[in-house]
């Protein structure tokens, strides 16, 4: 199979979609926004062995290659439209393409979001980099850097599960519990839905791929603020509580990553509306925080303040 044949068998589809003149086959997509919106764009890569372990199905690959993507569309209150993908494979393994496809359109059909161009390429590795476009209401976008002095800081869903799946599949175990905690990594579910709701209520917001911690710091950086994190109200997942002891469980909630779920900041007044959101689209949020006027992040636990000695995982370390 060449280049072309790949892409016509497993990446062109029919287009229904009205805005997308021009999609797959001519040298770049037309698309058509719509007037009052803006426009997000994101990019995310996964490098086979790096952001993967090379043993996960390439179902898995592809969804989970969409979802992380849709997760920063999330984090920013957008909603999904068009998908771009840069595609590099060792081979032109029919098995892998096809089940690879089925699980990228898996997740983009959640959002009826098509794929609107790209490019493939032969490499010695597998590399997957997609590129989404969402749009969003200009005057309720969120960013990381509006978190104000004495709001809330909330998380949704239950953080550290995603890092526990990702240990599971690397150490090879079995169980009820374990199945579960290996699909929240191979399967992650961005909180499309969660976002576009919270972006005319949350003044900050970014998604948890690097670990709570990190994630935090990251936010409230970009906001010229700190903030105390309580360690106790941290919601822990029963099937984490049913395989890990509580030394594994807060590496995987403050330094794992890979969670997807959206951190975010609001005024404590929006607290009751933040809890009617929650109960809509049966998603746990928890308010695990406060945004200080400081400039660091302290975490509490049983009222002492305690030290947290990874800030979540650092492609590059400074030399
Ligand atoms: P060009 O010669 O203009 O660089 P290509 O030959 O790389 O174009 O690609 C042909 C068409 O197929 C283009 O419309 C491109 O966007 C699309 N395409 C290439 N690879 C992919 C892919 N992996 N998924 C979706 N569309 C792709
Ligand atoms: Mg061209």
Same mark, same amino acid.
């Given at each position: 199979?060449? %280049?072309?044949?790949?892409?016509?068998?497993?990446?062109?589809?029919?287009?229904?979609?009205?805005?997308?003149?021009? +999609?797959? +086959?001519?040298?770049?997509?037309?698309?058509?926004?719509?007037?009052?919106?803006?426009?997000?764009?994101?990019?995310?890569?996964?490098?086979?062995?790096?952001?993967?372990?090379?043993?996960?199905?390439?179902?898995?690959? +592809?969804?989970?290659?969409?979802?992380?993507?849709?997760?920063?569309?999330?984090?920013?209150?957008?909603?999904?439209?068009?998908?771009?993908?840069?595609?590099?494979?060792?081979?032109?393994?029919?098995?892998?393409?096809?089940?690879?496809?089925?699980?990228?359109?898996?997740?983009?059909?959640?959002?009826?979001?098509?794929?609107?161009?790209?490019?493939?390429?032969?490499?010695?590795?597998?590399?997957?980099?997609?590129?989404?476009? *969402?749009?969003?209401?200009?005057?309720?976008?969120?960013?990381?850097?509006?978190?104000?002095?004495?709001?809330?800081?909330?998380?949704?869903?239950?953080?550290?599960?995603?890092?526990?799946?990702?240990?599971?599949?690397?150490?090879?175990?079995?169980?009820?519990?374990?199945?579960?905690?290996?699909?929240?990594?191979?399967?992650?579910?961005?909180?499309?839905?969660? *976002?576009?709701?919270?972006?005319?209520?949350?003044?900050?917001?970014?998604?948890?791929?690097? *670990?709570?911690?990190?994630?935090?710091?990251?936010?409230?950086?970009?906001?010229?603020?700190?903030?105390?994190?309580?360690?106790?109200?941290?919601?822990?997942?029963?099937?984490?509580?049913?395989?890990?002891? %509580?030394?594994?469980?807060?590496?995987?909630?403050?330094?794992?990553?890979?969670?997807?779920?959206?951190?975010?900041?609001?005024?404590?007044?929006?607290?009751?509306?933040?809890?009617?959101?929650?109960?809509?689209?049966?998603?746990?949020?928890?308010?695990? +925080?406060?945004?200080?006027?400081?400039?660091?992040?302290?975490?509490?636990?049983?009222?002492?303040?305690?030290?947290?000695?990874?800030?979540?995982?650092?492609?590059?370390?400074?030399?």
């Amino acid at each position: 199979m060449d %280049e072309f044949q790949i892409i016509s068998r497993f990446f062109e589809r029919s287009n229904k979609d009205k805005s997308v003149q021009f +999609g797959i +086959g001519d040298d770049g997509a037309i698309l058509s926004p719509d007037p009052n919106r803006h426009l997000v764009s994101v990019m995310d890569t996964l490098i086979e062995g790096v952001h993967y372990p090379s043993s996960l199905s390439p179902k898995d690959i +592809g969804y989970r290659a969409v979802e992380i993507n849709l997760s920063d569309l999330a984090a920013m209150g957008a909603r999904p439209r068009w998908m771009s993908l840069a595609l590099t494979i060792k081979e032109a393994d029919e098995s892998w393409l096809t089940n690879f496809s089925e699980g990228l359109f898996m997740s983009a059909d959640r959002y009826s979001m098509p794929l609107v161009g790209g490019d493939t390429t032969n490499g010695k590795i597998d590399v997957i980099s997609i590129h989404l476009i *969402g749009d969003i209401n200009p005057d309720t976008a969120m960013t990381r850097c509006g978190a104000k002095e004495d709001d809330f800081i909330f998380i949704s869903g239950y953080p550290g599960e995603a890092a526990a799946g990702l240990y599971i599949f690397e150490n090879d175990s079995s169980s009820l519990d374990y199945t579960y905690l290996k699909r929240r990594f191979c399967r992650p579910s961005a909180r499309i839905e969660l *976002g576009e709701k919270l972006s005319s209520i949350a003044t900050a917001a970014i998604d948890i791929s690097d *670990g709570l911690y990190g994630d935090a710091q990251k936010m409230l950086k970009a906001s010229g603020l700190g903030g105390c994190i309580n360690i106790d109200k941290i919601p822990i997942s029963a099937s984490l509580k049913n395989c890990f002891d %509580e030394k594994y469980i807060k590496r995987f909630i403050f330094s794992g990553g890979d969670d997807y779920e959206l951190l975010f900041s609001a005024n404590p007044n929006k607290k009751s509306l933040i809890d009617k959101i929650a109960k809509e689209l049966c998603i746990p949020i928890t308010c695990i +925080g406060k945004v200080l006027s400081c400039d660091n992040i302290t975490c509490e636990e049983n009222g002492k303040t305690v030290d947290i000695d990874d800030s979540g995982y650092i492609h590059f370390k400074s030399t």
